[in-house]
């Protein structure tokens, strides 16, 4: 249980009294102001409570637990003032959304009983957080798998989609990386609704006829519908939604948004959407280089980090160890060098994806009933 307090007050002798009379129940910090408070917060100082005077130079209390909240919404905010004023209180509830408001001087039982209160919330703040994390990617995963059995070739797509869109995200430095993660991961969920001859001469960068391109744009709307069902998943929903549609407002849905009121990762997502779709009969230089010349239809700061990555892949590529294993002979964290395919030539699985026990298992029932090309080409 994570027992690290940060006391703010700008009263020397007070902190040093809460050391003295907490340091055996708890691990101790403190900070005279609330610049310092915060930049030790900034710091990841990984506070389960944070403590603070109503009253200091540079901030009141109120204001520094609202910046601390939207620094870190986890740390359990406390308010320990002289200053007991009903107002003080409820703005502090209100702004703040603190835990305690306990008045100077504070006894040194209710103290300690009160900081108990806000680690033991700090740690189901924490509990329920993972629970949820943990649950969410279950989902996704399950919702992947399927994907992968309806149409492996939309699975593949979404694969190689994330693994660059997280790249995409770390440099612009969002603040939610997973966010982007899992809208990827599920970017091409909605496709369980479209014929699956449509999505092959898609993927394969084959002319559609008008009815069958109407059809297919319906895909960001179903994944929108399944997604959104979901708790904590309405953001993610909202991504795909907006995945196929254009910097400057063309493409799909047809509504008002456009430019900088897109979500941002909707505008990653089409960007990786389009380069992968050009790279099919293109080079990756040639596909950057078209896109280019259409720079009103992307954002084009997310273009230009895209030209930044591919160039920094080219300089980095190192040689891998590729071999041929039968099925039976796979092992966890192979991975797929090429395509699988059945034997009768339908795609089973793209390449790229890491070798766990579902998909050996999954490998070796379509052996066993239908049968798969041997043998597979690993990376490891």
């Avoid at 230009?304 to 590529?317: F, M, Q, R, V």
């Amino acid at each position: 249980m994570n027992k690290k307090i940060l006391f703010i007050d700008d009263d020397a002798n007070l902190l040093e009294g809460y050391k003295r009379n907490l340091r055996t129940f708890f691990e101790i910090e403190t900070a005279n102001s609330a610049k310092e408070g915060l930049e030790k917060i900034i710091a990841g100082g990984n506070y389960s409570v944070v403590i603070a005077d109503m009253r200091m130079p540079e901030t009141d209390g109120i204001k520094f637990l609202s910046m601390v909240k939207e620094k870190n919404p986890d740390i359990v905010r406390m308010m320990l003032t002289g200053n007991a004023d009903i107002d003080t209180a409820i703005n502090a509830v209100n702004d703040g959304n603190i835990f305690r408001f306990l008045t100077k001087p504070c006894a040194p039982e209710i103290l300690k009983k009160s900081i108990d209160d806000g680690v033991e919330q700090n740690r189901l703040i924490i509990s329920e957080k993972e629970l949820m994390q943990k649950t969410l990617l279950g989902i996704i995963k399950i919702l992947s798998e399927i994907l992968s059995i309806v149409n492996a070739t939309a699975f593949g797509r979404a694969i190689r989609v994330t693994k660059m869109a997280v790249k995409i995200a770390e440099k612009l430095k969002l603040k939610d990386i997973l966010k982007v993660e899992l809208a990827s991961m599920l970017s091409h969920i909605g496709c369980i609704s479209i014929p699956e001859d449509i999505l092959e001469r898609y993927f394969l960068g084959l002319d559609l006829m008008p009815g069958e391109a109407d059809t297919l744009k319906s895909y960001t709307k179903m994944g929108f519908e399944l997604l959104s069902k979901i708790p904590r998943l309405e953001q993610v929903a909202k991504i795909i939604y907006y995945q196929e549609k254009y910097f400057n407002g063309t493409g799909y849905p047809k509504d008002d948004l456009k430019e900088e009121s897109l979500p941002i990762e909707s505008r990653i997502l089409k960007i990786l959407l389009d380069f992968d779709t050009l790279s099919i009969k293109n080079s990756k230089k040639e596909a950057l280089e078209i896109m280019k010349n259409k720079r009103s239809l992307y954002d084009t700061k997310v273009l230009d980090i895209l030209a930044e990555i591919i160039i920094e892949e080219e300089k980095s590529i190192r040689a891998v160890n590729i071999s041929n294993v039968n099925i039976n002979d796979l092992k966890d964290r192979m991975m797929l060098a090429e395509d699988v395919y059945t034997k009768s030539g339908k795609l089973l699985l793209p390449k790229g994806l890491e070798v766990t026990s579902y998909l050996k298992t999954r490998l070796i029932n379509y052996a066993k009933n239908i049968g798969v090309k041997e043998p597979l080409k690993v990376s490891f």
